[in-house]
């Protein structure tokens, strides 16, 4: 198999399963379909249907591959870890009924946490027990996606959570064990955070499972960042911008998948606000041009 790529709900403005704003599940499917793409992510976890049948029936129509899924919950509250186990366990056993092979977790964002994305040196850091139980409870979620459901877990950092900069990313990844916990690399959300995501690979590509490929529009993070801009708020603001338009360097990361010998999908996510007068579709077809003018197929 070579490097395919695949969209996510993200993309048409999902981001949890009960907003009222979310386009119908169909539309997005059917979108991503017709903008060339032919592997799609769940999305959280109720907003396709549960029932595999029903979804089963819609891929098939649509000729799509589901890829994966995303826990984006919050593991840094330890009241939230029943919800947690929720999510991993009903994201699990949806892949499975479709075949999907990757499970992503992502800390959901924190209060604490909100005001300094983007601002590694101002960022609240937890305590070695509060950091300790964070991290067990991230590698538990990643055994049940491993050894219960046979799936290969990546943890995935993102603005505004507690997993977010690069040091806490590399100090999880020397903690948990390679072979429950590989890296959904994110290389939008390393270059919000502040860092370099073309360096990060070159450092950690064995360990790289899967990707998403987000773009940063270099004003729009200076300016969020100044601001102390809510992550949502931001994306309103257009930060995740088209791929090939922003900060990111895709030839590069794409010579360094190909040196890899880097197999399977990659993902385009454009977190984009749902009720702004925009065109997804048109940025998915976007989006994907692009990548193929710098040689993705």
């Known amino acids: 198999m070579s490097i395919r790529i695949g969209n996510a709900p993200c993309s048409w ?46 891929l098939a129509e649509h000729d799509m591959e589901l890829i994966g899924g995303v826990v984006f919950r919050a593991f840094h509250d330890p009241e939230a870890w029943e919800n947690v186990l929720d999510g991993t366990h009903r994201t699990c056993k949806a892949l499975v009924a479709h075949g999907a092979k990757h499970l992503v977790l992502i800390d959901s964002i924190s209060p604490r946490r909100a005001p300094t994305a983007g601002r590694v040196n101002e960022a609240e850091q937890m305590d070695k027990a509060e950091w300790t139980a964070y991290r067990d409870r991230i590698a538990e979620a990643a055994r049940i996606g491993t050894e219960e459901y046979g799936l290969t877990v990546g943890i995935h950092a993102h603005a505004a959570g507690f997993m977010d900069f ?57 300016d969020v960042i100044e601001n ?35 197999e399977g999908w990659c993902t385009v996510e454009q977190d984009c606000d749902p009720t702004l007068d925009v065109s997804p579709i048109t940025d998915a077809i976007a989006n994907r041009q692009y990548l193929e003018s710098i040689g993705f197929k």
Not at 19 to 45: F, H, S
Not at 181 to 197: E, Q, R
């Open 13 to 58: 403005g999902v981001e949890f399963p009960d907003d009222p704003r979310n386009p119908a599940w169909k539309t997005v499917l059917k979108e991503c379909a017709d903008a060339g793409y032919k592997g799609i992510e769940l999305g959280p976890v109720g907003f396709m249907p549960e029932d595999p049948a029903v979804l089963g029936e819609a």
């Open 166 to 222: 690069e040091p806490e990313l590399e100090r999880l990844l020397n903690e948990v064990d390679e072979k429950i916990l590989k890296i959904c690399f994110d290389t939008g959300h390393h270059s919000y955070a502040g860092f370099d995501p073309v360096a990060f690979m070159k450092r950690h590509i064995d360990r790289i499972s899967y990707m998403h490929f987000k773009d940063i529009d270099p004003k729009v993070k200076a």
């Open 228 to 262: 102390r801009t809510g992550f949502y708020d931001a994306c309103g603001q257009g930060i995740f911008c088209n791929l090939g338009d922003g900060d990111v360097d895709f030839p590069a990361v794409r010579q360094l998948l190909l040196d890899k010998g880097f």
